[in-house]
C-alpha cells in the first residue's frame, strides 16, 4: 500500500522543475480575514493585466501559460515552475502576499514579472548539480523585471497619474531624470522603482532584516554570481538599476550569453547595471 502512494509523489516530482518563490521561504501567514492590502478584485485586475500581455509572449517561446490564482491561500509568496520539457509554465499567485499591508497594485505586477523573469530573464542562470538550469537567477529575474516586464506592462499608462500621491524620495526622481530625457521616460522609471520598494520592504519584513532605502545600495561585492535570494537591499538595487537602464524592453536578453538587451560595464553604462552585490561581471 505504501508503494502504491509513493509512486505517484516521485513521479509527480520528476515531471516538473520548480523555482524557489518571490520571497525565500517564510512563516508570515495572512488569510482572507486579515486583510490589508489588495481586495480580490485588484488581485484579478493585477494578474488579466500582466498575463493579457504575457500569454503570447509564452506561446512565443512554444509554451503554455498557466497562472494559478490561490486567493484563498494565507501563504505570503509566490512560486513558478514548468514541466519537464518546458512546454507549461506554471505560476501560482497566493492570496496571503497580495493581502500583505505594504503590498500595492504595481508591486503586484512586478511580483508576477519576477516569476515570468525566471522563464525568459535571461542569462545568468541557476546551476543546480553543476548544470545549468532552465531558471534565471533570483537577482536576475529582479532586474529582469523593471528593465524588460513591467516597463512593458506599464508603457501606454498614465504613469504621471500614478505616482502623483506618491512619496518619492528625491534621490529616486534625480535619477530617473539622470537616465532619461522625456517627462513620460522618467515617470515610468519613478513608478518603476516605487514598486520595488514596496516589494522589498515585504522582502524585508519576510527576513527579518532592515528596511532597503534607495539611498543606502548594498556597498558588498561578490566573487561569483549568486543564485539565491539577495538580501532586500541588494534586491531594491537589482530592481531599480533594471528602471534606470535605458535599454528598450523589446529588445531581447539572451538566454545563453549575459550582456544582450542588458546594461553593462562593458557596454560603457555608468548606470543600470547589475548590481555587484549578486553579479559578477
Keep these: 500500500m505504501k508503494k502504491l502512494i509513493v509512486l505517484p509523489m516521485i513521479l509527480f516530482a520528476s515531471a516538473v522543475y520548480a ?27 493585477v494578474i488579466n493585466k500582466v498575463q493579457k500581455i504575457y500569454e503570447p509572449i509564452a506561446v512565443e517561446h512554444g509554451a503554455v501559460l498557466k497562472i494559478a490564482r490561490k486567493w484563498s491561500s494565507s501563504t505570503v509568496n509566490a512560486g513558478t515552475y514548468r514541466d519537464e520539457e ?26 508576477i514579472c519576477h516569476e515570468l523573469g525566471h522563464h525568459i530573464g535571461g542569462a545568468p542562470k541557476k546551476i543546480i548539480k553543476k548544470k545549468q538550469d532552465w531558471s534565471s537567477t533570483e537577482g536576475q529575474a529582479d532586474y529582469w523585471a523593471n528593465l524588460k516586464c513591467l ?28 537616465s532619461f ?23 524585508a519584513v519576510a527576513r527579518r532584516t532592515e528596511t532597503p532605502e ?41 538566454q545563453v550569453h ?18 555587484l552585490c549578486w553579479y559578477k561581471p
Design 19 to 45: 523555482c524557489d518563490g518571490v520571497l525565500p521561504h517564510n512563516d508570515l501567514r495572512i488569510p482572507m480575514d486579515k486583510n490589508e492590502g489588495l481586495s480580490r478584485l485588484q488581485y484579478d485586475q
Design 86 to 111: 518546458g512546454k507549461h509554465w506554471h505560476m501560482n499567485l497566493y492570496g496571503g502576499l497580495a493581502r500583505h499591508p505594504f503590498m500595492t497594485e504595481d508591486a503586484y505586477a512586478l511580483v
Design 151 to 178: 516597463r512593458r506592462v506599464f508603457k501606454d499608462e498614465n504613469n504621471s497619474a500614478a505616482i502623483q500621491d506618491a512619496e518619492v524620495p528625491a534621490i529616486v526622481t534625480k535619477e530617473c531624470e539622470a
Design 181 to 203: 530625457r522625456l517627462k513620460s521616460e522618467t515617470d515610468l522609471c519613478i513608478r518603476l522603482g516605487m514598486a520595488s520598494k514596496a516589494l522589498t520592504k515585504i522582502s
Design 214 to 254: 534607495f539611498e543606502t545600495p548594498d556597498s558588498s561585492i561578490v566573487t561569483q554570481h549568486y543564485f539565491k535570494h539577495p538580501l532586500p537591499q541588494c534586491r531594491l538595487d537589482s530592481f531599480f538599476q533594471g528602471a534606470l537602464c535605458q535599454r528598450d524592453f523589446a529588445t531581447a536578453v539572451s
Design 258 to 275: 549575459e550582456r544582450p538587451g542588458t546594461c553593462h560595464p562593458d557596454h560603457g553604462d555608468q548606470t543600470g547595471n547589475r548590481p
